[in-house]
Structure formats: C-alpha cells, structure tokens
C-alpha cells in the first residue's frame, strides 16, 4: 500500500529572516521557521533578569559578554555564509567569551554558553531541537530551565564533542558554571517572586 508523501516543509535563510517583520519573532533550525510568539510570561522575564544580572555582575569587567532575548545567533554549516545561513536562534541568555563572534547584528558562531528558559510553547523544541543543535555546533554549556518545576538542568560538553547525562539541580542550590570559573549562580534568587 502507497502512504501519500508529506510536504517538505518550506526551508528559509538569514537572508529571508531579514525581510520579516521587525515586530515578529522567528527563529530558524535547519532552515525550518519557528514562531517566537506569544511574548514570555511574567514568570519569565522574572528568571531571565536574575540569571542575566548574576552573570552580567560577574562578567564586568572580563573578557565574556552577557546578552538577553531577543539577540540573534548564527550558526552556519560549514557550506553556508553569513546570509545563506539556514539555523538562527534567539536564546533566553547567551555568553559569548570570543569576541570576535561578535558584530552589529548578534553571534556569528556558537557562543560559549546559552539559557533557555521554559514555556508551554517551546518546552518541546528547547529539549529535543534546540538541545541536538547545540551539541552539534559544539556549545560548551547548555542550561534549560524549567519555571514550572524550578529545576535547571545543565548539559556540558564532554571530551568527545557529546553532551553527558545533565545534571540537574532544585530551586535552593547553587551551581558553579563550568565554563566561568569562580562564577557560582544563586537559584534561591533566580526561582524567587515567581508568585504571580
């Protein structure tokens, strides 16, 4: 029995995202558009200022810089350019330690450690997509945040190029960041005024 065939979704570039709407939100994974629509929950807003403001404290004065939502990172393959470039994502947060990754329009390669926090609408893609795409273009700290549970879950890269099993921590912990040493995130901050 014949099954019918299902339509190749339609696959877009940097360039394309470009001519879009300023006031719409995309992100694209393997040339694949994802609507970055509704805006974040208070919840969430609350948990990305905390988290950004540690590192941002930390990092005053060093060599890696702290960016929030929305900021575009670039991620070509190895055949593709700047604006031919099928994967741009916006994390939640992103640290970038190269700076030479950097221009007027966001990241051009994997920056050093990226955040995503949690929401109805992207829970899926953050911890199935989002997690393969990071390990493949060699993120050294992935972190998923979960404001329902408050949990976070870090993923690093292992010695052979792979994320390891996560570790996970609860809502009072503290997490030292593998990749800033002396950096040591306070979650009883991050996880607090989430009574909305």
Not at 134 to 149: D, L
Request: hydrophobic residues 40%; proline residues 8%.
């Amino acid at each position: 029995m014949a099954y019918p065939m299902l339509a190749e979704p339609e696959r877009f570039t940097y360039a394309d995202l470009l001519r879009w709407p300023e006031n719409e939100r995309w992100e694209l994974i393997d040339g694949v558009a994802y609507d970055m629509t509704p805006a974040p929950s208070v919840k969430h807003q609350r948990i990305s200022i905390d988290l950004a403001s540690q590192f941002y404290n930390f990092l005053k004065g060093k060599s890696c810089d702290v960016f929030s939502a929305p900021f575009d990172v670039r991620l070509p393959a190895p055949s593709e350019d700047d604006m031919t470039t099928t994967t741009v994502v916006q994390p939640d947060i992103t640290v970038v330690c190269d700076r030479k990754k950097l221009d007027a329009r966001g990241c051009l390669g994997a920056p050093t450690l990226v955040v995503e926090i949690l929401s109805p609408e992207t829970a899926a893609k953050d911890r199935r997509e989002k997690l393969l795409l990071y390990e493949r273009v060699k993120i050294p700290e992935y972190w998923i945040i979960s404001p329902f549970e408050l949990t976070l879950m870090v993923y690093s890269l292992t010695k052979k190029g792979h994320y390891g099993v996560p570790t996970v921590y609860s809502r009072d912990e503290q997490v030292p960041v593998g990749v800033l040493p002396g950096l040591t995130v306070e979650l009883a901050e991050v996880f607090a005024n989430l009574d909305i």
